[in-house]
């Protein structure tokens, strides 16, 4: 499998194009006689060449959301555009799409939780299958087919009916059926939910691969926080309908309070005793090259306890938080939380009480928990 | 009666049995297979979805299913006479066969056809496929199995529809039990017209079942 050196987060800036934008989209559902919203005005901007994750429970409208984008579900008002196509206003009426919009959406890649693979049809059939829809003649869906097989690691499995292939190999064989008519964008409808956690990783490397190689944008939702944490560039918080907060992963990581930041790199512990300071730093991508907790330490010469981290360290760099105690108040640290901020690194100071709060809470769950 | 006697008979009623069945079975594939699958795409939800047409469809078919075929063999007598020219005789039977059979079949199609797995019909979607792609590249490659076996049963139900026709002056085995084994008495003769139906589907389903297993196979294990 032909693979994109070391995978890279690339620090995407606020202002590049945007490939699929939904703007004041809600979707209302009609179920005996109630109306249930399952997407409540939502704006969504993927930018080119990103892996944008959507997060959220079951039933928070994430999978209303991405059958939206290619208006497998037409939403009730608001608008989708993707590769600067009005989707929506290609839409038709009834519930068979028109020509104008079937075009789109062979432009528009998407995968399945559960593959969708056409159990009559050998493998290379299904990736075929996209191919006839386009019209592409026998022979070139033929070439094309074995060539999008050999992108997704399996060259030997042509022949082969899915009824054959494991859960891993069912996906990439969606993967790359989804890739058959050149798309710019893919759509990922929780493709790893049924997979086990080893080929969840290779399927998301595997995206991630093609991400790098193609310059495909890759729009996913799921419910696995280690999902977004592993490939996604941006990241975007569903409840209920809406969507709570959006960003790059570095944006998400610098806004003080952010739920997903605090999900994606939980952070927990307390003071050891008084007199301690106790500081979460975060790493946010561009700057943290350098290993300033053991330059701290020997600049100042004071000892660090680390209380807890969430760290990745992807291509070099540190992204995540750390939580540390210095010793003395707050007072005393004024230069080394100086000395850190210098390095362009976040530092928040835990405030005594939320640390007490947090072990409180901590200690509630742990007791709630040991009387399960 | 010897078996010398028999034998014409019971060939003549088996060639006649076949034509009527195997012609029928046809008129009643390429009748009940579109009823069937529209009765899928116009459901609710459906891709054609069109509440009307289901609901005059499936009224439609369920009164086709309700009538007892002895009575719908009459009171086809006038379409029948209409399209062949004559009501009597193996080539006019297949006028009412086919019209008995279209509702039933139709009914085994939609069942064949719904049991295919949403998540497929949601791919054609997005790779941009339209209604013939769905129907002709997804829904009947996938029912096929089951639709194999709605035929074998449907040939089988006709065998016995035919049998039925023979009261009303179509030909075939059924017509030759009536005439010679019931009404002449001749128990040895309606022994042997017997044995070659039970002969004749025991057939048909064995070779169903295994087209049937043969497709089922391909796919699900090595």
């Known amino acids: 499998m032909p693979r994109a050196g070391t995978p890279l987060r690339r620090a995407l800036d606020s202002d590049g194009i945007p490939v699929i934008t939904t703007s004041g989209l809600t979707k209302v559902y009609q179920s005996r006689g109630r109306e249930v919203t399952a997407l409540d005005g939502v704006d969504l901007h993927v930018r080119e060449g990103e892996v944008y994750g959507v997060i959220g429970q079951s039933g928070a409208g994430k999978s209303s959301l991405i059958r939206c984008v290619n208006l497998l579900e037409r939403p009730t008002t608001g608008t989708v555009t993707v590769d600067g196509v009005d989707l929506t206003a290609l839409a038709g009426r009834g519930r068979r799409a028109g020509k104008e919009l079937r075009e789109a959406r062979s432009r528009i890649g998407m995968v399945f939780q559960h593959f969708n693979l056409l159990s009559s049809r050998t493998v290379q059939g299904n990736i075929e299958l996209p191919l006839e829809i386009l019209g592409v003649s026998g022979r070139e869906r033929s070439r094309k087919a074995l060539e999008l097989l050999d992108l997704v690691g399996l060259s030997d499995k042509a022949k082969a009916y899915p009824g054959q292939l494991s859960g891993g190999q069912k996906q990439r064989v969606g993967i790359a059926r989804a890739l058959a008519g050149d798309p710019k964008v893919l759509l990922s409808d929780e493709a790893t939910s049924a997979l086990d956690p080893e080929t969840t990783r290779s399927i998301l490397q595997l995206l991630r691969d093609l991400n790098q190689q193609l310059g495909l944008t890759v729009l996913l939702i799921t419910h696995e926080m280690d999902v977004v944490k592993t490939v996604c560039d941006s990241a975007a918080l569903m409840k209920r309908g809406r969507i709570i907060e959006s960003g790059t992963v570095s944006e998400l990581l610098a806004t003080p309070g952010s739920e997903l930041a605090g999900e994606l790199f939980p952070v927990s512990g307390a003071a050891t005793g008084p007199d301690r300071t106790v500081v979460d730093v975060t790493f946010h991508g561009e700057a943290a090259t350098q290993p300033v907790v053991s330059q701290l330490a020997r600049t100042y010469n004071i000892d660090i306890s680390i209380l807890g981290a969430a760290m990745d360290t992807v291509a070099g760099r540190q992204i995540g938080r750390m939580r540390i105690e210095l010793p003395g108040r707050y007072e005393d640290n004024v230069v080394p939380v100086g000395f850190l901020r210098e390095q362009g690194l976040q530092v928040d100071v835990v405030e005594e009480e939320d640390a007490a709060a947090a072990l409180e809470n901590e200690l509630a769950v742990l007791v709630e928990d040991g009387a399960k | ?222």
Do not use: C
């Not at chain 2, 009224?59 to 006038?78: E, K």
């Not at chain 2, 009597?88 to 059979?101: H, K, W």
């Open chain 2, 1 to 222: 009666m010897t078996w010398s006697e028999m034998q014409p008979l019971l060939t003549q009623g088996t060639y006649d049995t076949l034509y009527m069945v195997l012609w029928s079975t046809l008129a009643t594939v390429a009748g009940g297979l579109p009823i069937g699958i529209l009765l899928v795409l116009t459901d609710t939800g459906g891709l054609l979805q069109n509440r009307p047409l289901n609901k005059v469809l499936g009224v439609i078919v369920n009164i086709g299913r309700s009538l007892p075929f002895i009575i719908l063999l009459i009171a086809l007598i006038p379409v029948t006479t209409a399209v062949v020219g004559t009501f009597i005789g193996p080539t006019a039977m297949i006028v009412p066969l086919a019209i008995g059979a279209i509702p039933f079949f139709a009914r085994l199609v939609e069942t064949a056809v719904r049991e295919v797995d949403h998540g497929l019909v949601e791919a054609v979607e997005s790779m941009g496929g339209g209604v013939p792609t769905l129907v002709g590249k997804v829904l009947l490659p996938q029912a096929l199995p089951s639709l194999v076996a709605a035929v074998t049963t449907t040939l089988i139900t006709l065998i016995g529809y035919s049998a039925m026709a023979g009261a009303v002056g179509g030909e075939g085995l059924g017509s030759k039990a009536i005439t010679y084994g019931f009404q002449r008495f001749e128990t040895g003769f309606m022994l042997a017209t017997v044995v070659v139906l039970i002969a004749i589907v025991t057939v048909i389903q064995l070779i169903g079942d295994g087209v049937v297993r043969l497709l089922a196979r391909r796919g699900r294990t090595a």
